[in-house]
């Protein structure tokens, strides 16, 4: 009976080394099949108006900007999204968000991936305005033209720059919940100056009240009388005169929770604010974001684990029928 345990052992013990060696083997050749995987499609869209330039964000050595906060939010979500996993990029600014990357896999693509997000920049900017509602909701337009399952995350302080007469601002036509994903906000509570930067992204200087004023000629004002006017509403084309309250504090800039919440719930978007670079990677593979299809799959990991399984038997066979194990087997007996 000892007898033929060890010649079934023996006979186990070579054939798990075979097997170690042959799955070994069939891994260095990289094989993939197509597999139901749970993956993620993700429209990023970044506001890049002047605004997001602020650093408030602060860390051991200096402070970030929101901008920087946000792009290297997206570079850590990539990286946490699967293979098989699909994103799009696209970049707001005064009234619009265009897209700058249609939907690619993630794995296939991630370093393109990774260095259009790096180099995103402000002076991509072709105005300085920003109509965060109108962005939005144009990017909720884009999102089901870019894929069936496709979420958006879109990262912003939600400031309204120069600010709106709610007369003008638009309605949401769509249907609130649609397009899932979340309304990231972008900054802190607390206003903070906004800086001019120059060619180079150093800081220049920082704007003042007096410039402010000078260039908000957003067209948001109503006109209602000539009295009006002289009070500060000027005609819709025109800026505001100094007159106007809603300009007294447009040179600062603070994440605006009010209106991100009330963009949210139009939309029927999640509001959060990040206060660290690693959240965007948790929003982003939660599992009510999930899209399950087939998906090319790397079979490396599995290979890798039964290999590993195998070769702990060989190594359990060959040290249980050693005569130094049934010696020390033996002495715990007694």
């Known amino acids: 009976m000892q007898a033929w345990r060890l010649n079934t052992a023996q006979v186990w013990r070579r054939r798990s080394l075979w097997l170690v060696c042959v799955l070994l ?26 605004s997001m330039n602020v650093q408030d964000y602060p860390t051991a050595a200096n402070s970030l900007s929101r901008l920087h906060m946000a792009k290297q939010s997206i570079r850590q979500a ?9 994103v799009a990029l696209g970049l707001f600014t005064e009234r619009n968000t265009v897209n700058v990357v249609k939907p690619v896999e993630v794995c296939s693509h991630f370093a393109a991936l990774d260095q259009t997000v790096a180099n995103m920049d402000w002076r991509m900017a072709w105005a300085a305005d920003s109509f965060i509602a109108h962005g939005l909701y144009n990017a909720l337009e884009q999102t089901p033209a ?14 309204q720059a120069p600010p709106a007469n709610p007369t003008y601002m638009p309605k949401f036509a769509g249907q609130p919940g649609q397009v899932q994903g979340y309304l990231v906000g972008m900054g802190q ?4 100056q906004i800086p001019k930067l120059d060619e180079r ?12 004023q000078r260039f908000g000629n957003f067209g948001m004002a109503e006109t209602l009388s000539v009295l009006a006017m002289e009070q500060g509403q000027h005609d819709r084309n025109g800026g505001h005169g100094p007159g106007n309250a809603l300009l007294s504090n447009a040179h600062l800039s603070a994440l605006d929770a009010g209106n991100l919440q009330r963009l949210a719930t139009e939309t029927g978007l999640h509001a959060v604010r990040l206060a660290h670079s690693g959240q965007a990677a948790d929003w982003a593979t939660s ?41 020390l087997s033996r002495y715990w007996r007694r």
């Open 201 to 212: 992204n150093a800081v220049a200087g920082y704007w003042e009240q007096e410039e402010v």
């Open 78 to 86: 990539l990286s946490a999204l699967p293979c098989g996993s699909r």
């Open 25 to 50: 083997t069939v891994a260095l050749f990289r094989p993939h099949w197509s597999l139901p995987n749970r993956v993620y499609d993700w429209y990023f869209v970044v506001d890049i108006t002047q």
């Open 189 to 192: 509570l607390s206003p903070s």
């Open 287 to 327: 599992l009510g974001m999930t899209a399950w299809r087939w998906a090319d799959t790397d079979l490396r990991p599995c290979l890798a684990m039964l290999a590993s399984g195998l070769w702990l038997l060989f190594v359990l066979l060959t040290y249980l029928h050693s005569p130094w194990f049934t010696r």
């Open 146 to 159: 870019l894929g069936k399952q496709m979420r958006v995350m879109f990262f912003t302080d939600a400031q």
